[in-house]
């Protein structure tokens, strides 16, 4: 694991400054503590900054082919490298390390960009063809790994983050007004845009080319269709999936570095720890976190349970109101980009203690994508169940009188009035366009309220597009296309990255493999949902492997009691935070909107949690853009 960085020129005998690179470097430093290199030849740079996880003595960057015609920098793991690296020592080539970012280069050599459809792995990669004058940059299926990139005077420059550009002299400072209306709606920005209008993200599955000084950037990978799915029989579609898992499991815990996992108690992370304790010959080391006098929120005895059951060597550590309001301006800079999912704070706590014994750890995301495991999967159902409630003039009238229904909290019943609220929003729209407004934060009036310049934007018709590019097939199946390119790189991913490397920790997603989704994503569809539950095959696959008190837990996805917190120990510090003076720097947001969403829910008639915590983090990241001495002083806040 990596970070990455260059600039390349149009001009092929123009110079580079080292000095670019190293400013570059240094910002990256974080994400690979144990060394730097920086490569410089006419009209192309190259900077690296390295977690040691593979051949820690001799995998060093940049990485070359035999006569350093084709050069390197990469971010990422190979999980099929030892196989590549045979079939093309077969043919010839020469490899000078047992790292596995080596194939790339000779890969590359052999098989030109078509290379790419043969790795198995999360990466980000810049790779030089000095014959051809040609910087490639390309990014895995799925967006494990991140890669920004902007247009400079006469070139291209690139990184592993958005605040490795910002070090680049002269890079535009603008905020883009689409990219803060999106992260309103989505609590992220989406690809190609960044928060910063003079800078773009490569997005999943995409190459980018630059020679002559143009640029070329095409999908290189996208989901297939889905189809009827495999003629699978329940038990049949079980007994492979539990293979396939264990298999793919065993491949993601290759490493000349310990490894450990996260734990949360939840189906998914508890797969992985079970099939690592079924391939280590050592107690699985596993991190959880809790929160104290959080109710369901603190999912530690869960995660206690599973811990236990595999005689891992656990380790939890908590976090708490006082602890968020510390550590939030740091987390908020990792992030890169204001990204409004409270579950990153709690990423970043738990990845400071897991680097304490572990280089890198296993996680369950990419579980809910994959096999259907979110609530929202059951969209189609409930509104055929829900029969003339569908109208719109009835779910008008409905909806106003949920509106006094108070839905803070995490029980049953107050989850039931949050998903009814959304159900009953947007009725007369398609159900595309209905599933991504149940997933959206503020609203296309609410966003109207709060901006001090509104700007119609459609945020939704981002979401729409990833929908019409599959217009047939069941909705659950093509729900988790559109998620798995939408929601996963954007979110749960984004924040693993940035709060794991935050502390040159090694998160790695084997739920994620390719080619476990290549054959998951062809399951029948009574094998994803069946009634009102999801991860029907999943869930059987584990059966006699797991408690089965694991088994039976019902959904309830990882979260942060924020809701409690900014009613309670944060209040202060929420208002503070979003006070008028505190606004009118950016002068983005009314204050008189922002004022009326803490009152609602101080009151708790509302749960306006989500928009406050959304504003919070935007209102953090701002403060440290526009403080450039800011990042120089993060350390001490750690």
């Known amino acids: 694991m990596c970070g990455l960085a260059g600039v390349v020129l149009a001009d092929r005998e123009g110079r580079v400054e080292r000095a670019w690179l190293e400013a570059m470097a240094a910002a990256l430093a974080h994400r690979g503590p144990d060394g730097e290199a920086i490569w410089v ?49 077969r043919a010839g080539h020469r490899f000078r390390s047992r ?29 030089w063809d000095a014959q051809r004058g040609r910087l490639l940059l390309a990014r895995d299926r799925f967006g494990v790994k991140p890669l920004y990139h902007a247009r400079i005077p006469g070139g291209l420059a690139f990184a592993s983050e958005l605040k490795a550009l910002q070090r680049l002299p002269g890079l535009g400072r603008d905020l883009d007004p689409v990219a803060l209306s999106d992260y309103l709606t989505y609590l992220y920005v989406p690809a190609p845009r960044t928060i910063l209008a003079a800078a773009s993200k490569l997005e999943p599955g995409s190459l980018l080319g ?33 293979e396939r898992l264990r298999e793919t499991v065993r491949a993601h815990m290759v ?21 690592m304790a079924e391939a280590s010959p050592h107690p699985v080391k596993t991190f959880t976190v809790g929160f104290h006098n959080a109710g369901s929120y603190d999912e530690r005895a869960a995660a206690k349970t599973v811990a236990n059951h595999f005689d891992c060597h656990h380790h939890e550590t908590t976090l708490g109101p006082a602890e968020t309001s510390r550590l939030l301006p740091a987390c908020a800079w990792q992030l890169d980009e204001p990204l409004g999912d409270a579950t990153a704070l709690a990423s970043f706590a738990l990845a400071r203690e897991a680097r304490r014994q572990v280089a890198v750890v296993l996680t369950g995301i990419g579980g809910d994508e994959l096999f259907a495991g979110y609530r929202r999967y059951q969209a189609e159902r409930l509104i055929r169940a829900a029969g003339p409630l569908g109208s719109p ?27 009814a609220r959304k159900f009953l929003a947007e009725t007369d729209a398609p159900l595309e366009r209905r599933y991504l407004a149940w997933n959206a934060a503020f609203t296309a009036s609410e966003k109207a309220d709060l901006l001090t310049s509104p700007d119609g934007v459609d945020s939704l018709a981002w979401g729409e597009r ?82 089965a008190s694991i088994l039976r837990r019902g959904k309830r996805g990882f979260s942060v009691p924020t809701d409690l917190w900014l009613r309670g120990p944060l209040a202060d510090d929420v208002k503070s935070l979003l006070a008028p003076e505190r606004l009118q720097p950016a002068g983005l947001f009314k204050p008189e909107a922002v004022a009326r969403l803490l009152a609602e829910h101080a009151s708790g008639r509302r749960d306006r949690s989500q928009h406050l915590w959304a504003l919070l983090m935007f209102q953090a990241w701002y403060r440290l853009f526009s403080d450039t001495s800011a990042p120089d002083r993060l350390q001490e806040l750690i």
């Open 210 to 242: 630059f020679q002559h000084g143009r640029l070329e950037q095409t999908r290189w990978w996208q989901p297939p269709p889905p189809g009827e799915g495999a003629p699978l029989t329940l038990e049949e579609a079980a007994a492979e999936l539990r």
């Open 41 to 89: 030849a006419p009209g192309v740079g190259l900077a690296s900054r390295r977690l040691a996880v593979i051949d820690p003595a001799g995998g060093g960057q940049p990485l070359a082919n035999e006569d350093g015609s084709i050069v390197c920098v990469y971010n990422g793991e190979i999980y099929n490298f030892a196989g590549l690296r045979a079939e093309l020592e």
């Open 466 to 547: 990833f929908f019409r590019a599959f217009p047939h097939g069941p909705f659950v199946a093509r729900a988790q296309l559109v998620d798995l390119q939408t929601y996963l790189p954007h979110d749960p991913l984004a924040v693993a990255d940035a709060t794991t490397m935050a502390w040159g920790l090694e998160a790695r997603v084997p739920l994620c493999d390719s080619e476990l989704a290549g054959w998951a994503l062809n399951l029948p569809l009574g094998a994803r949902v069946r009634g009102l539950q999801g991860k029907v095959a999943l869930r059987q696959a584990m059966a006699g492997l797991l408690p």
């Open 393 to 419: 003039p009835l779910a008008h009238a409905v909806s106003l009188l949920m509106a006094h229904l108070p839905a803070s909290g995490r029980s049953r019943a107050q989850d039931l009035v949050r998903l």
């Open 255 to 275: 490493a000349d570095v310990p490894v450990g996992a996260f734990l949360s108690g939840g189906l998914d992370s508890s797969t992985i720890v079970a099939l």
């Open 99 to 127: 790292t596995d970012g080596e194939v790339l280069c000779h890969l590359y050599e052999a098989e030109g960009d078509a290379m790419l459809a043969r790795l198995r792995g999360m990466f980000a990669f810049a790779l």
